[in-house]
């Protein structure tokens, strides 16, 4: 099939991709794709309460199958004046693909810091830094003065930030869940770490200082989000598939059918037990006991 995407949305700017970019983006696309249906086949062959890293894994393929659609097809870029060599000419600067990554990337996180027990608090600030770090990249793309090295330099600030998390507080929580967790988070992060290092050089050379072509901006970006999606996504949720799922507790606060307590007669016993204790507490006080509707009632015996 003949590639007539550049025929049919032509290019926007005066440096842009030509057929072979496309026709790359078009290869990343499939991949992307394929992969994508390959983790939903896998999700629903799981039990419920054992698809949250596929689900997140679903997210971040089906965003990116779509950002590189629009890629390949030649949409989602504006052209900006350069700062740096072809001075006067506009380049297309892709902000469909900082949609993709304020999307995907947080969940990539998470895929990560889930499995290590890391507290809240640590995770929230994570995810807030991990966006700074998207929104600065698109800010600094679209900005045409020197000025853009201002973003770019607090984006790279919130990349140190992100490792210090992952490869301190992080590592230090999953030790205390056991060596399965610790080696399937230690091998994950450091594949991850490694590939998002690229993702500043890549910049620079493309978006901030227009050093290498689109078509090689899109070879270079292509070749780490190929690693960063497909090639993670399934690396780690196989290596999440040998542990003990239940340590993560990642099931919600009431019962449902993907629940884990539900499989956990013993911890359902001692709660139910805790609910009766307190119910004689309150009578003994003279307190009446809560009304309960079939709607409200969590765990209670019908």
Same mark, same amino acid.
């Given at each position: 099939?003949?590639?007539?995407?550049?025929?049919?949305?032509?290019?926007?700017?005066?440096?842009?991709?030509?057929?072979?970019?496309?026709?790359?983006?078009?290869?990343?696309?499939?991949?992307?794709?394929?992969?994508?249906?390959?983790?939903?086949?896998?999700?629903?062959?799981?039990?419920?309460?054992?698809?949250?890293?596929?689900?997140?894994?679903?997210?971040?393929?089906?965003?990116?199958?779509?950002?590189?659609?629009?890629?390949?097809?030649?949409?989602?870029?504006?052209?900006?004046? %350069?700062?740096?060599?072809?001075?006067?000419?506009?380049?297309?600067?892709?902000?469909?693909?900082?949609?993709?990554?304020?999307?995907?990337?947080?969940?990539?996180?998470?895929?990560?810091?889930?499995?290590?027990?890391?507290?809240?608090?640590?995770?929230?600030?994570?995810?807030?830094?991990?966006? %700074?770090?998207?929104?600065?990249?698109?800010?600094?793309?679209?900005?045409?003065?020197?000025?853009?090295?201002?973003?770019?330099?607090?984006?790279?600030?919130?990349?140190?930030?992100?490792?210090?998390?992952?490869?301190?507080?992080?590592?230090?929580?999953?030790?205390?869940?056991?060596?399965?967790?610790?080696?399937?988070?230690?091998?994950?992060?450091?594949?991850?770490?490694?590939?998002?290092?690229?993702?500043?050089?890549?910049?620079?050379?493309?978006?901030?200082?227009?050093?290498?072509?689109?078509?090689?901006?899109?070879?270079?970006?292509?070749?780490?989000?190929?690693?960063?999606?497909?090639?993670?996504?399934?690396?780690?949720?196989?290596?999440?598939?040998?542990?003990?799922?239940?340590?993560?507790?990642?099931?919600?606060?009431?019962?449902?059918?993907?629940?884990?307590?539900?499989?956990?007669?013993?911890?359902?016993?001692?709660?139910?037990?805790?609910?009766?204790?307190?119910?004689?507490?309150?009578?003994?006080?003279?307190?009446?006991?809560?009304?309960?509707?079939?709607?409200?009632?969590?765990?209670?015996?019908?």
């Amino acid at each position: 099939m003949v590639n007539r995407a550049l025929e049919v949305n032509p290019p926007n700017a005066d440096i842009n991709i030509n057929y072979k970019a496309s026709n790359f983006l078009w290869a990343i696309f499939a991949a992307m794709l394929f992969t994508d249906i390959l983790m939903m086949a896998w999700c629903f062959t799981l039990p419920k309460g054992r698809r949250t890293f596929h689900y997140l894994s679903i997210i971040i393929l089906t965003t990116a199958s779509i950002a590189y659609f629009s890629m390949a097809s030649d949409l989602g870029a504006t052209p900006v004046y %350069v700062e740096f060599y072809d001075v006067g000419y506009t380049r297309q600067i892709w902000y469909v693909r900082y949609i993709d990554w304020v999307i995907t990337t947080p969940c990539l996180l998470l895929e990560l810091v889930l499995a290590t027990g890391l507290p809240l608090s640590d995770i929230i600030a994570l995810i807030f830094f991990d966006e %700074v770090m998207i929104i600065t990249g698109l800010v600094g793309g679209l900005v045409v003065s020197s000025y853009k090295w201002g973003y770019f330099a607090f984006g790279c600030a919130a990349l140190v930030y992100i490792w210090f998390i992952l490869l301190w507080p992080a590592m230090r929580s999953v030790t205390l869940l056991g060596p399965d967790f610790k080696r399937a988070y230690v091998t994950s992060a450091v594949i991850l770490s490694v590939v998002w290092t690229g993702y500043p050089i890549a910049w620079g050379l493309a978006d901030g200082g227009n050093y290498i072509t689109p078509t090689s901006e899109m070879v270079f970006y292509g070749v780490l989000d190929f690693v960063a999606k497909p090639v993670f996504t399934l690396f780690h949720v196989y290596m999440l598939s040998k542990v003990d799922y239940t340590k993560m507790q990642l099931q919600s606060g009431k019962f449902s059918e993907g629940a884990s307590l539900i499989s956990h007669p013993a911890q359902h016993a001692e709660l139910d037990s805790m609910r009766k204790n307190a119910r004689a507490d309150s009578t003994a006080v003279g307190v009446a006991e809560p009304r309960h509707s079939t709607a409200t009632a969590v765990g209670r015996e019908v």
